[in-house]
């Protein structure tokens, strides 16, 4: 044999290996990387009485791949009495009624962005994202093949003057804007939040270009401050909107169970290109009974209360210990900090002193796409105690008073 294994690989595999962030070489300490639901939210009696409930109600059928008096639909498209509670919530919450079959389950979000690129998007086919993003969704659009365009963003989200004269660019060069990527609400990595004239904008640049919007909403629940803005999906009369959520920010993260809503017509293009019999028939059954039980909002009310605790403790020891070397601006929701490091800061010596003691964050460039020389980080204060937050913010800015 001639060949090693790895010439035998796909040119998709030899395009780069699985994205995944390295283990670190020391213990974490303190460990603000992943964005993690705080596991004291974690309704595990409420999820373990369910689950006994749906096996000794539903026995067999539970445990099938879908359930015998709906039929193959739920092959593809998943639990139907679980997409018509998300659907009646989502019409409660924003106001378009979609239906059963204006949503999809997936496993994670991660997954519903996958199949809307694969479902959307052709080789060659511009896609526009912000200019940091979810690192998965931009591998997802490089692999089938789509030119990656980013667009500046700052604390009001999107700039969407900018995307307007990039489409403009696109469409001069005789090129397809097929998609539009965006997170408005509690932007990752930055926590920002698309302002409302920006949104209108947007929605005008969609009814004007005729593209497909993903509204990436995983984190739209987690509002702790301010006053909540209409979602895309919600301002949306074109049925080119697509909204993505996941049980496994605002629930749970072993759930990993997500969902794809929008008009059915959009939805049909994700359940062509779908190839793995679906989610979990039991997970997808305790969902719908936590949701038909009206046990999502009174916990999303306590969960919320705690991480408006820990943003406090988290932003208050920033500006303590941190305030002449970083800026970043105050969160509503969600679980991170975005810190622009000043250019005083030696920041490579730095974050390498911050690793050997066991401080851990996200780097910025993990979500840039763009030429940015700015240095950033991602700080997840969401899944470790108060006292840790606390304690290793304290340390991360003595050693940037060390490396100035």
């Known amino acids: 044999m001639d060949k090693t294994i790895e010439a035998l690989h796909s040119q998709l ?33 409420d999820l373990l009485r369910i689950a006994r409930l749906v096996l000794d109600r ?22 139907r009495r679980l997409r018509e ?16 079959e204006g949503i999809i389950l997936a496993s994670g ?5 996958a199949l809307a690129v694969n479902g959307f998007v052709n080789r060659g086919d511009v896609v526009f994202v912000e200019g940091a993003s979810f690192p998965y969704a931009l591998r997802y659009m490089d692999m089938a093949g789509a030119e990656v365009r980013a667009v500046p963003v700052d604390d009001q989200g999107m700039d969407t003057a900018v995307l307007e004269r990039m489409i403009a660019e696109a469409e001069s060069e005789g090129r397809t804007v097929k998609m539009v990527y965006t997170i408005p609400t509690f932007q990752t990595p930055t926590n920002s939040e698309m302002s409302l004239p920006r949104r209108k904008h947007l929605m ?36 080119r909107v697509i909204q993505c959520g996941s049980f496994s920010k605002i629930v749970a993260p072993a759930l990993r169970m997500g969902w794809m809503a929008g008009d059915p017509r959009a939805i049909a293009a994700l359940a062509a290109v779908r190839q793995d019999l679906g989610v979990s028939q039991w997970t997808a ?31 208050d020891a920033v500006r303590e210990h941190c ?37 851990f964050f996200r780097p910025g460039e993990r ?32 050693i940037l008073k060390e490396c100035a």
């Open 13 to 45: 595999a030899q395009d780069g290996p699985p994205l995944f962030f390295p283990d670190p070489e020391v213990p974490a300490v303190f460990n603000f990387d992943q964005g993690l639901a705080a596991p004291e939210t974690f309704p595990r009696e």
């Open 58 to 79: 539903d026995g067999a059928d539970a445990l099938d791949y879908f359930d015998p008096d709906t039929g193959y639909e739920e092959l593809v498209f998943g639990y």
């Open 85 to 100: 509670r998300l659907s009646e919530r989502i019409a409660a919450t924003q106001g378009p009624v979609l239906g059963a």
């Open 109 to 113: 979000s991660v997954q519903g962005i």
């Open 204 to 239: 005008d640049l969609l009814r004007r270009h005729d593209f497909i919007l993903v509204e990436d909403n995983v984190y739209g629940d987690l509002r702790f401050a301010g006053e909540p803005l209409p979602t895309l999906l919600s301002m949306d009369d074109t049925g």
């Open 285 to 315: 059954r305790i969902l719908a009974e936590f949701l038909s039980q009206g046990l999502l909002d009174p916990h999303l009310e306590r969960a919320n209360a705690v991480y408006r605790s820990k943003a406090r403790v988290a932003v």
């Open 323 to 359: 305030g002449d070397f970083v800026r970043f601006s105050e969160p509503q929701g969600s679980f991170y900090l975005w810190l622009e490091i000043d250019d005083r800061i030696d920041w490579e010596r730095a974050a390498t002193l911050a690793a050997k003691e066991g401080i």
């Open 367 to 398: 979500f840039t796409t763009g030429n940015d020389d700015r240095q950033f980080l991602r700080l997840a204060y969401s899944h470790v105690g108060e006292d840790v937050i606390a304690s290793g913010i304290a340390r991360l800015g003595q």
